[in-house]
């Protein structure tokens, strides 16, 4: 399935067109993950006992644009973001949200720019407070 995605990060436009999406940052693909650590020794309940769980940061692609010089400035500033949104939407038509994601107290953790054939590619890692998915 095709989609479309657009990120939203305090005090740092990004050049997306869209009339729902004006000055989001568009976005070529996104990563995280929550992992939790299982133990095979019954818990008195019976079944496997799990422990901590764990939550990776939240990475995001993009092509090199107006937002990149921001995104590297606050990387180094160490800069404290309220919020970041992504959204994911139906390509094409009228960009229909299916998917949202918010992270709360955020920072970029990790900062990458990348050329070899094409467009620059960046790599950005979010570390973040809190999430929640809608």
Not at 13 to 33: C, H, M, Q, R, S
Not at 108 to 115: E, F, H, K, V
């Amino acid at each position: 399935m095709a989609f479309d995605a657009y990120i939203q990060i305090d005090e740092i436009p990004g050049e997306a067109l869209d009339e729902k999406y004006n000055k989001w940052i568009e976005v070529t693909g996104y990563d995280f993950g929550v992992s939790q650590s299982t133990s095979a020794i019954s818990s008195s309940a019976g079944g496997a006992t799990s422990g901590r769980t764990a939550v990776s940061n939240f990475r995001f692609t993009k092509f090199l644009d107006s937002s990149s010089c921001k995104l590297m400035e606050a990387s180094c500033a160490g800069l404290h973001l309220k919020e970041v949104k992504l959204a994911l939407c139906g390509a094409g038509g009228d960009k229909l949200k299916y998917y949202e994601i918010i992270l709360e107290e955020v920072i970029i953790a990790d900062y990458t720019q990348s050329a070899a054939d094409g467009v620059p590619i960046e790599v950005v890692q979010l570390d973040y407070g809190r999430i929640k998915t809608t």
